[in-house]
């Protein structure tokens, strides 16, 4: 009798230990995939509030051109620059796609960690189309922008466009290496070492 009691007892206290082990097992998933969405929220907010800005940008240089569409220049200007911010509007929302079709709680680890790979691949190669169009956008949007903000007609002032020219390269391009690296590289290296630690707990099972 008292070893059947202590079997009952053993049994329990096993079934207990499992139970206890499988808690600690999801846990530890949930609480890595937690930590994995949440670090790639910020690339998501930045590129839905890219989308927002570009809209209201567009907007903006649709309404100037339409002021000022006696002046053939600020007319190739706004149509232009409009035709590029569409381009990289849409380019936006494909980096707002991918990020949120990313099934954090549905996925094997596997799975996420081709998604991430894929997006990492995507975002580059409109990054690199983002970095080479600058220069052009620059160029065409300046004249509108000016005369649409300050009624300046920049174009009368040779010395004026090439320092804006220069100045907006010049800050452009260290504002987008510091998005991608702070917001992107090092969100994506963040995630892929949750999933990382939590491909290799599930080896050791």
């Known amino acids: 009798m008292e070893l059947d009691e202590l079997k009952g007892a053993w049994a329990q206290y096993d079934k207990k230990l499992s139970e206890n082990l499988k808690f600690n097992e999801e846990l530890f998933r949930k609480t890595n995939l937690d930590r994995s969405k949440r670090e790639m929220s910020t690339p998501l907010a930045y590129e839905i509030f890219s989308v927002v800005v570009g809209g209201i ?3 903006f240089v649709l309404s100037a051109t339409y002021r000022f569409a006696g002046d053939s220049i600020l007319l190739i200007s706004g149509i232009l620059t409009t035709l590029l911010c569409l381009i990289g509007l849409y380019s936006t929302i494909q980096k707002v796609n991918l990020l949120t079709k990313i099934d954090y709680y549905n996925s094997t680890v596997l799975d996420l960690q081709k998604a991430l790979a894929q997006m990492k691949r995507k975002y580059l190669q409109y990054k690199r189309g983002e970095i080479f169009v600058f220069p052009i956008f620059a160029l065409f949007a300046m004249p509108i922008v000016a005369k649409g903000l300050r009624n300046f007609d920049i174009m009368a002032y040779t010395g004026r466009y090439v320092i804006a020219m ?6 452009g391009y260290p504002i987008m290496l510091w998005i991608y690296k702070n917001w992107y590289e090092k969100k994506l290296k963040n995630t892929n070492d949750f999933l990382k630690e939590l491909d290799e707990f ?4």
Not at 166 to 171: D, F, S
Not at 202 to 205: F, H, I
């Open 166 to 171: 220069i100045g907006a390269l010049g800050l």
């Open 202 to 205: 599930g080896k050791e099972e």
């Open 57 to 59: 940008f567009i907007l």
